[in-house]
């Protein structure tokens, strides 16, 4: 059996300063590459929403939207720790529903901890899933579920006020029992602060490199995204290689050169005549 990471091994970087890395994944093939890569902790983000299902943003993301990928990313999964997001309105209408849904993604899902995004308004909802022993991840900062209230994709913590209460609510989900936090699109400095001040590790989207992790969306890693954002890099351009790879075969297909004999199945020589026979009338 290989040794899973778990919310132990996120404490135990945190205490020897040993950087987290965590990718997203939404399918059994790209999370079982990412796992044999040696990635620590992988994300059914629902960032799923607009990178694999096409919308907008986030807020159309369902519970069993998240729980059909959880379930496919967790099959391929044996030694990265999968933490799945709590989709949109699925911990804001009473802490029952909350730790229903938390508990689905667990149990159905396959999942080893939830994440969900909000500081003080949500953490009665997190004390009530940790209680029923489930691990909860906070996200601050830029929260994409909130696009909304924020006006578009921007940048969160840059004034007194803001700052001050990023920090309070990240101190607040600390208290609150969270393992670890996303920082997403905040200030460098800001992250780093908030990181050092904190015993949980913190987790940087877009929010440099003082942070205890780092996670990006895996479409954007491999270029597949529409298009990169400032936070992201691209590590290969596999949009590229992919669009080659089908322009080839479309090529191909329509000069004859595809498929070959390698490509086919033999039958008896017998039935073949017999068959022929009976074709031809
Ligand atoms: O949904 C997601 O992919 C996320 C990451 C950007 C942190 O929440």
Do not use: W
Request: charged residues 25%; glycine residues 10%; negative net charge.
């Amino acid at each position: 059996m290989e040794k899973r990471f778990t919310v132990n091994d996120f404490d135990e970087s945190k205490k020897s300063r040993r950087k987290i890395t965590m990718l997203t994944a939404y399918d059994y093939p790209t999370a079982k590459l990412m796992d044999e890569a040696g990635v620590d902790s992988i994300l059914v983000g629902d960032s799923l929403g607009m990178v694999v299902l096409g919308y907008e943003d986030t807020t159309k993301v369902t519970m069993e939207d998240m729980l059909h990928h959880t379930k496919a990313v967790t099959r391929g999964v044996k030694k990265a720790m999968v933490i799945a997001d709590m989709p949109f309105l699925s911990y804001h209408l009473g802490r029952i529903e909350s730790v229903r849904n938390a508990g689905r993604l667990l149990g159905e899902g396959g999942c080893s901890a939830v994440k969900l995004e909000g500081g003080r308004a949500v953490t009665d909802d997190i004390r009530a899933i940790i209680s029923a022993g489930i691990p909860v991840m906070g996200h601050l900062g830029y929260t994409p579920q909130s696009i909304n209230l924020f006006g578009g994709h921007k940048a969160q913590g840059k004034t007194i006020d803001t700052a001050r209460r990023i920090a309070e609510d990240a101190r607040l989900l600390q208290e609150a029992g969270v393992f670890s936090l996303v920082l997403e699109c905040v200030p460098f400095r800001l992250a780093g602060l908030i990181s050092k001040s904190l015993e949980i590790p913190v987790i940087g989207i877009g929010s440099g490199n003082d942070c205890d992790g780092q996670v990006l969306v895996i479409h954007d890693v491999l270029g597949l995204g529409s298009f990169s954002p400032k936070h992201a890099k691209v590590y290969a351009d596999v949009a590229g290689i992919s669009a080659s790879a089908v322009r080839n075969y479309i090529e191909e297909v329509k000069e004859g050169v595809f498929p070959t004999e390698k490509n086919s199945f033999i039958m008896e020589e017998d039935a073949y005549k017999q068959i022929e026979r009976e074709l031809k009338g």
